[in-house]
Every structure is written in structure tokens, then in C-alpha cells.
């Protein structure tokens, strides 16, 4: 395997994007854009229903999805099997307290984990569609 490949059977294997299927569009724009920084890279879709792509800042990105009168209502329900989706930081204190002052609902306050071989920071809030989002911090 060359040096710096992880992953021997996938070459370039890396996450590209998270879909979400807003609910609110304008409450997921607050959040991923304005209170979170992601930068808008592309719009695309159609025009009943947008469909953007984030910038996270490290090559990975986010997709929003416009709701449709099709679009799944019940969060709970419709966002199976996801469980979460991480989002990396250098300061899961930091960022968790901007988003708790932007008004989302913090579901774990920051936790610091021995998980063996790794030593983590975690903390998770529920977005504008039901969604949860934790914050992972390694050291």
C-alpha cells in the first residue's frame, strides 16, 4: 500500500458529502452556513427544488436538499438507519457553545472519551430537521 493510503481497495477513499433532506430550508441555511461557516460550492437541482452543496472547509462537504410537499415529515422516523454524523473540530468546547448560543438544543454536553488507542472530545445537538450532529475532537 503506498505511504499515506488507508484504504487498499478504494484509491482517493475519503468522505465527500452528508445529504440532508431539510425540512426547513432556511433554518438548515442558518445553521450549516451562517452559524457553522460552511461556504456555498454549487447550486444545482431544479427550480421547485434547490439542492446545495457545503464547503466543511476540509474538502468534505454538505448537501441540502430543498423540501418538496413529498418530503419526509417525521424525523425520527425518516432519518433511518442514520444515527448521527460527526462533524471534526480542534474545540468541541468552542464550537459547541456557538451553537448553543445560536439556540440548538444541546443532547450531550462535551465529554471527554479514553477510547483506547484514542482520545476524544464529543459533544451533540439536534439540527433544524431533527437531525443529529455530534462534534468529534480528537487529541
Not at 433554518?27 to 447550486?43: F, H, N, P, Q, W
Not at 476540509?58 to 422516523?77: I, N, R, Y
Not at 430537521?129 to 455530534?134: C, K, T
Amino acid at each position: 500500500m503506498p505511504v499515506g493510503t488507508k484504504n487498499g481497495v478504494i484509491a482517493g477513499c475519503g468522505m465527500h458529502h452528508v445529504a440532508v433532506q431539510t425540512r426547513d430550508w432556511d433554518a438548515s441555511l442558518k445553521l450549516y452556513r451562517d452559524t457553522l461557516g460552511m461556504e456555498i460550492v454549487a447550486e444545482f437541482g431544479s427550480p421547485d427544488r434547490k439542492i446545495i452543496l457545503l464547503d466543511m472547509g476540509d474538502g468534505s462537504h454538505m448537501e441540502l436538499f430543498q423540501p418538496t410537499a413529498q418530503s419526509p415529515k417525521d424525523a425520527a422516523k425518516d432519518n433511518d438507519p442514520v444515527i448521527h454524523f460527526a462533524l471534526a473540530t480542534t474545540d468541541t468546547l468552542g464550537v459547541t457553545e456557538i451553537v448553543r448560543k445560536a439556540g440548538y438544543e444541546i443532547t450531550m454536553e462535551p465529554r471527554s472519551l479514553d477510547l483506547g488507542a484514542l482520545s476524544v472530545t464529543i459533544s451533540f445537538f439536534k439540527g433544524p430537521n431533527g437531525e443529529i450532529i455530534e462534534f468529534f475532537q480528537t487529541h
